[in-house]
């Protein structure tokens, strides 16, 4: 039986970084913190939520040059978050490129191209609120060096990026030199994808980036509010930095292979960063919960509906991202 050693790692980290937290914490004042939290502020939560998930899609259907409208990415969006968040390997992200180049005009490398391109965006997003939020903390750390790298590699993804996608016809005459010494068989899907990949990245630049870098704002202006109002509802006195902080740690936190759901490590990551503010273990770890709660519950339901949209199954879905990992097509 094959062991996907990945997955095993990222389970081990994950219970790892919350037996972390737990030893801290007091099942009775954990209890006592979740009794006292005001709960209506799970209404601007939601609703910040559902800002930053279409701004999400809005800013895919522009980097698709408008053929994925904005309504079926929200929808395929939703579906492959579903899977993200029960199924191991982030098999979602693939399941997401499989819908967006059904019925359309969009091919599956072009599609994973801009996959790539809105990961990189949000890196940088999330630095720029990172640097924002950065001068009111008490003391920097690991996570603030971390995100510099993050961001640093970022922008240097992008810019070789676009640049490889602007002088097109060189960079495919250097790969299809590359792929010559590939198997005869394997040669030209390489080039194949190659340049489907570069042509979804050329979409990138100019009027288009602006405005998906302008959804990029308003996206995470959603997550971070999101985050902000699950806070309050704990630590009613906190400024609006600590929600951005509890974001950024939380998304840097992910990056590391945990579990489904990044369960454990969202937690670490967000009482990690509440702590920092003087919140005390069991009310951070009682706003962790809820915030995580509350983001899969919506992102649940909003799948679900996904599926429905698309005419997709749960079981059919994750049979195609799977087929796509083990061998993609163009």
Same mark, same amino acid.
């Given at each position: 039986?094959?062991?996907?050693?990945?997955?095993?790692?990222?389970?081990?980290?994950?219970?790892?970084?919350?037996?972390?937290?737990?030893?801290?914490?007091?099942?009775?004042?954990?209890?006592?913190?979740?009794?006292?939290?005001?709960?209506?502020?799970?209404?601007?939560?939601?609703?910040?939520?559902?800002?930053?998930?279409?701004?999400?899609?809005?800013?895919?259907?522009?980097?698709?040059?408008?053929?994925?409208?904005?309504?079926?990415?929200?929808?395929?969006?939703?579906?492959?978050?579903?899977?993200?968040?029960?199924?191991?390997?982030?098999?979602?992200?693939?399941?997401?490129?499989?819908?967006?180049?059904?019925?359309?005009?969009?091919?599956?490398?072009?599609?994973?191209?801009?996959?790539?391109?809105?990961?990189?965006?949000?890196?940088?997003?999330?630095?720029?609120?990172?640097?924002?939020?950065?001068?009111?903390?008490?003391?920097? $750390?690991?996570?603030?060096?971390? @995100?510099?790298?993050? %961001?640093? *590699?970022?922008?240097? /993804?992008? &810019?070789?990026? =676009? +640049?490889?996608?602007?002088?097109?016809?060189?960079?495919?005459?250097?790969?299809?030199?590359?792929?010559?010494?590939?198997?005869?068989?394997?040669?030209?899907?390489?080039?194949?994808?190659?340049?489907?990949?570069?042509?979804?990245?050329?979409?990138?630049?100019?009027?288009?980036?602006?405005?998906?870098?302008?959804?990029?704002?308003?996206?995470?202006?959603?997550?971070?509010?999101?985050?902000?109002?699950?806070?309050?509802?704990?630590?009613?006195?906190?400024?609006?930095?600590?929600?951005?902080?509890?974001?950024?740690?939380?998304?840097? $936190?992910?990056?590391?292979?945990? @579990?489904?759901?990044? %369960?454990? *490590?969202?937690?670490? /990551?967000? &009482?990690?960063? =509440? +702590?920092?503010?003087?919140?005390?273990?069991?009310?951070?770890?009682?706003?962790?919960?809820?915030?995580?709660?509350?983001?899969?519950?919506?992102?649940?339901?909003?799948?679900?509906?996904?599926?429905?949209?698309?005419?997709?199954?749960?079981?059919?879905?994750?049979?195609?991202?799977?087929?796509?990992?083990?061998?993609?097509?163009?």
């Amino acid at each position: 039986m094959r062991v996907n050693w990945r997955l095993v790692v990222g389970i081990i980290i994950s219970f790892g970084a919350l037996a972390l937290i737990l030893k801290d914490v007091s099942l009775p004042g954990l209890m006592d913190s979740l009794a006292r939290g005001n709960y209506l502020w799970m209404i601007p939560n939601v609703a910040a939520l559902l800002l930053g998930m279409w701004g999400r899609a809005m800013r895919w259907s522009i980097l698709l040059n408008r053929r994925l409208p904005a309504r079926r990415a929200f929808h395929i969006l939703n579906a492959g978050n579903l899977l993200n968040n029960v199924l191991p390997l982030r098999l979602g992200e693939l399941a997401k490129v499989y819908m967006a180049s059904r019925n359309s005009s969009v091919t599956i490398m072009q599609s994973l191209s801009t996959v790539l391109i809105e990961r990189l965006l949000d890196v940088l997003t999330v630095f720029v609120m990172l640097v924002l939020v950065l001068p009111h903390l008490p003391k920097g $750390g690991v996570i603030v060096a971390a @995100a510099q790298i993050a %961001a640093a *590699l970022a922008l240097t /993804a992008i &810019v070789g990026l =676009l +640049v490889a996608a602007a002088f097109r016809e060189r960079t495919m005459a250097v790969v299809r030199q590359v792929a010559a010494r590939l198997p005869a068989r394997v040669q030209e899907p390489v080039v194949h994808r190659f340049d489907d990949f570069l042509q979804g990245a050329s979409a990138a630049r100019g009027r288009v980036l602006m405005s998906a870098i302008g959804w990029s704002i308003v996206t995470w202006i959603g997550f971070g509010s999101s985050c902000y109002t699950s806070v309050l509802a704990f630590a009613p006195d906190s400024p609006w930095y600590v929600g951005g902080f509890v974001n950024c740690a939380i998304v840097l $936190g992910l990056t590391i292979p945990s @579990a489904p759901a990044g %369960a454990g *490590l969202y937690e670490a /990551a967000a &009482v990690a960063s =509440l +702590v920092v503010f003087g919140v005390a273990h069991e009310t951070a770890l009682a706003c962790a919960l809820v915030l995580h709660l509350s983001t899969f519950l919506v992102a649940a339901v909003l799948g679900v509906i996904g599926l429905d949209r698309e005419g997709e199954s749960f079981k059919h879905l994750a049979t195609a991202a799977r087929g796509m990992l083990a061998s993609p097509k163009s």
